[in-house]
Structure formats: C-alpha cells, structure tokens
C-alpha cells in the first residue's frame, strides 16, 4: 500500500467533514485550497510533537492524535480564531494498522470536538514525530496579539493550571494515584480541550490574549515584553488543578501552575468594564492580577508584596554551541 | 537561549520580507495572519523531509535549507499558486550555530528566488527532519487540479528530467564525475528550482498539472486517475538530462527520467490551441504526448506501439502491518 492510500484510508474520516465553509479543496492534489470572506484574515500556527520530548513513548497512538491537534488548535484559541481546518505531517518508524486506527480515531475526536477539518498533509518513514499547522478565520484586524496590553487592564487565565505538569509526575516517575485525580491528570495532559469559544468571545474585548505553553509566568513574560507593560499576578488568586494539589500538594501544585507548561489555558488581559459579563459567560475564568507600568512580571503575596519567582516555564535548546 | 530568541537571530533574514502583501503578522505571536484579496483562495502543501530518507546526512546545512523550501514551494507551481509565505517545523538533534547559520542562508536563498516569507514555525530537539508547509494565493477557481485532462489534450512537461535520480548515485553510491557534470546533477537535487511561472502561466490554460515528485509515470497517472483518461507518453519524447545521460549513458537515464522522482518539473496537459505561444515563452518545455480515452500510462515506442513500464516512482511504506 502506497502512502498515498496510506492517507486516505485511515484519515478518511477527519478529512470528512471538509464540506466547511471555507475549504475548497482537501486532501488529494498539490495543494489544498482555502476560501475566506471578504474581511476576514486566515491565522495559521505550526506545532511539532517529538516522541521522547513532548510525549513519553511508548504511549496510546488514539492520545497521541488526541494531543497533537489540541496542542495546535490552542494557538488558534489564543488568537481568538474560529477554526477551520489542519494539515498533519506525519513521521513514522513503520506502518502499523492498529496503530495509525488508534492515531486515527483521537485525531478525528479532537477535530470534531474543535470543529477542525483535515485538508491536507504528509506522510514519511522515520523517527516518529508529528507536525500539525492549524487554520483558523478572523474578522480582519480582531486578531488577539501579545501586544496591547494597557496599564490598568486586569490579567485572566481560563482555568485551572498545573494538572499537566502534576501529569508528568505519573507519566515520567511512575508515581502513583488514585484513579479519579489519575484520570483527571491525565486527560489534561493528553486531551487538553483548547478554549476555542473563549478566544472568539475576547474578540474586542481582550486588550491582549495567549494561550499558556510555555508555563504561566514565561507566557505572561511575553505579553509583558510585546506590550511593554508589567504584569502583576497575585500568587493565592492562580486558579490550581485540584487533582494536582492532592496529588503533590499546595506548594508543588502551585509551582506547576506558575512553571509548568502544556496546560493550554488562555491568559489574557482585559479592561475591567467587560469583566462582569464575561465572569459570568466563562465561568472557569479567574481574575489573577493586572496590568501595571514598568518591565516583566512580578509575583506578589497576599500583601501585595513581591515574591522571588520561581524557575521559567521549559524551553528547548538551553545553549547555542559553536 | 530559548528557542525564541534562536528562531529569530537565525530566521529573520527570511522573515524579513514580510512586508510582503497578503502578510498581515509573521513570526512572533500564537498565529501568523494571513489576508487575500476578494475572490482569491489559498493554496496550501505541506512536506516533509527526514534525515537518511529524503536526503543523505551529514549533508551541507545550506543546501538542505534550499531543498526543504524548493521541495515545499513545488506543490504551489503545480497548482498554479502564486507565492506567498511558508512556516517551518525544524527538528534538530542540537543547536549548533554554523549550522543554523548555513541552514538559515540556504532557506533565505530559495525564499527569495521563489517570492516567498518565513510567516512562522516551531523549533525542537530530536533526531533532524523539517516540515515545510507553504502558502500561496489563486483567483478563485483557476486552481490547476488533476481532475480536469480532457481527451485531446497534449501531454507536456516543464523541461528535463532524470538528473535528480542521477544524482542519487554520486550521493548514495560514491560514483565519481567530471565535476561540469556533478555540479549539474548535484544541484538539480538540492537547489530544484521550483516552475512558479509556469504554473501561473498554466492558469485558465491547462486543463490538470502537478509537480513530478514521485516520478513522471507514477504522477502522470495521477493525472489519469483523477481525471478519469489515459496518459500516453512517446518515450522518445521525454527531454533528458544531458549530465543524467553523460554519468549513466542513454538507457539508464531514460529510466531515471521516467521513474525516478525528486525533478519537480511541472506536468501538465493542455488544449492544442495553447501550445505555440507556451513554446515561445517557456522554451525549455516539451511534448511528450497526449491524453485519450481509456485509464493509466501508456508508454509508446516510435512506432506508436506499447513498451512495458519500467518500476514506478518511489513511496514511502511499501506494506501495512498487522
């Protein structure tokens, strides 16, 4: 079997839904083709998932495809693009039937979940890796950039933070759990559900918007720098996993919260006016701090006196060598 | 260093023609934002290219970044796109900065021939391969397809074939060659330079194209499935590679020209009214024959008679298991 016959049979069913509006043309030529309305703009993002970097291996092939749509398909989320579709670049030591139904299936339940359509991609013989580029659609000039954010807007995240890393605590050291914060640990970690709806509702509203990869602290560093502001975050109002404070406690937890990374919660800030409507439209949104003059973040107690930060969230290549 | 920062230092030569039109926001943010003029479609492909399989390593960190690009920007020819933007995935095994330094050159070098901006992309660490996903833009339903060759049609294609395949057997088999004619053949597999003008030429003219990666039997019969007729090639008729011909002599070529892949020279079938004028203004392309009745390729000899077809082009995962 060819690789192209490779593609169809098993993302036969991701590409289905390619009767969306807007995707002309899906998998099976040179190209796929994207149509947009007048006065909208396209967002696009690029994500790579390593075997051994960002996912243990070996793992569940349907997380897997889980994972790696949702972990793209946030970035939309955080630009406050309605989705639209993805291409998938596949790399694979073998091809396995068993294994590319299961990749297959949590590629396809992500994808309905988001309201993603597959147009297109690649399949090659290597080092399992995966690179999946998302498309979403945007009112032209509605973007949500890391750029605007105003002194005196308040800081929000989405939700609670730290049940990815507290993950990584079970996938990585083995520890145990019982089955219920096990259960919610691992699903934020392999099915993090990007926050599609809240992104397109920031729309106009939010002054700048993310969604939070890098940990908490690194993210709101970048909407500091691109804004020239600083950001205050009030360290008891971060919203934490309950699942990850039982499984490692109040201190442990919080330091996943702040610096660890792949909870794929949007951060964002906001003039304070719309705060009530949106409080009660997203209830999982927490008010964390503010926007304020100066450079970079600063973490403060319950005083609002300054606390030393922890270490950043992760990032590959500490070093340049050469 | 953070990946970010590497990302920028090494990238924004590419980046920097941004200023492109139809670039709203590159590098930087969650998204790149791309905007079309009314009534025109994005065309997107995506590839990718793994260490060992699609090229051999350790190779020049300059060329790769050649190739990778030209490889990706293909596609757009083939579907008659005009070039706008590309992200890259780059996976390495560290950072070393000669070779992002040389890797980041090569890139900017076919960025620049080809029209196209690095709009985004992802760096991380594991074992090297590079995903390129490119953009380009259409009025809306000139796209070139592989569905529409109609009985009567002339069979052309965008010039000679045969010298990447040729060029495998200096980088895979150490065969030695005058160096007029290892340069030839060197660059033809790592700087191919992708057919944009043609394939904006082909537009509202031919009736089915695409780019002859796979090998031109394998991807004439492409053309022919999709479109629902038979291909026939004059054997005689397809240009070689004169450096393809002096390494290997006549024979061996000509297999090279008909089933070796990696040329990415357009293929495409055309009306007979529109020949004399492409002839004039795309000399280096040739007949090779025509589209009839019937499905598949059909090889002719001299005669007109039917020549048994040589192996087809490469593809990755010959078997499924399991």
Not at 37 to 54: K, M, N, P, R, Y
Not at 115 to 125: A, E, K, P, Q
Not at 197 to 214: K, P, V
Not at 285 to 295: P, Q
């Amino acid at each position: 079997m060819g690789e192209f016959e490779l593609i169809r049979r098993y993302f036969a069913s991701a590409a289905c839904a390619a009767g969306q509006p807007g995707v002309v043309l899906g998998i099976g030529d040179d190209c796929a083709l994207l149509q947009l309305a007048a006065d909208e703009q396209l967002a696009i993002s690029t994500d790579t998932l390593v075997a051994g970097v960002h996912f243990p291996q070996p793992c569940s092939a349907e997380l897997l495809g889980q994972r790696a749509l949702a972990v793209a398909a946030s970035d939309l989320a955080g630009m406050g693009a309605s989705p639209l579709g993805f291409t998938l670049a596949l790399t694979l030591p073998q091809a396995d039937a068993p294994w590319l139904q299961g990749f297959a299936d949590g590629l396809q339940q992500m994808a309905a979940a988001c309201g993603l359509s597959l147009i297109g991609g690649d399949t090659t013989r290597g080092p399992l890796s995966l690179t999946v580029t998302v498309f979403g659609r945007l009112p032209a000039g509605q973007a949500l950039t890391r750029g605007a954010a105003q002194e005196g807007d308040l800081l929000c995240v989405g939700g609670e933070l730290g049940a990815a890393c507290a993950a990584l605590e079970l996938l990585l050291h083995g520890r145990e759990a019982p089955a219920a914060q096990r259960d919610a640990l691992l699903q934020a970690f392999w099915s993090p559900m990007p926050q599609l709806s809240l992104g397109e509702y920031l729309r106009g509203r939010a002054s700048a918007a993310l969604d939070i990869s890098d940990g908490l602290l690194a993210d709101c560093g970048h909407i500091a720098q691109a804004s020239g502001v600083a950001l205050q975050i009030e360290q008891a109002a971060v919203p934490l996993s309950a699942a990850a404070e039982a499984l490692l406690g109040h201190t442990a937890a919080q330091l996943c919260a702040l610096s660890g990374g792949d909870d794929y919660r949007l951060a964002f800030t906001l003039p304070a006016e719309h705060w009530p409507a949106l409080s009660v439209a997203f209830p999982t949104v927490r008010r964390i701090g503010r926007v304020v003059a100066g450079t970079g973040v600063q973490l403060l107690d319950e005083q609002g006196c300054p606390l030393p930060l922890p270490v950043s969230g992760y990032q590959h290549f500490g070093a340049v060598h050469g």
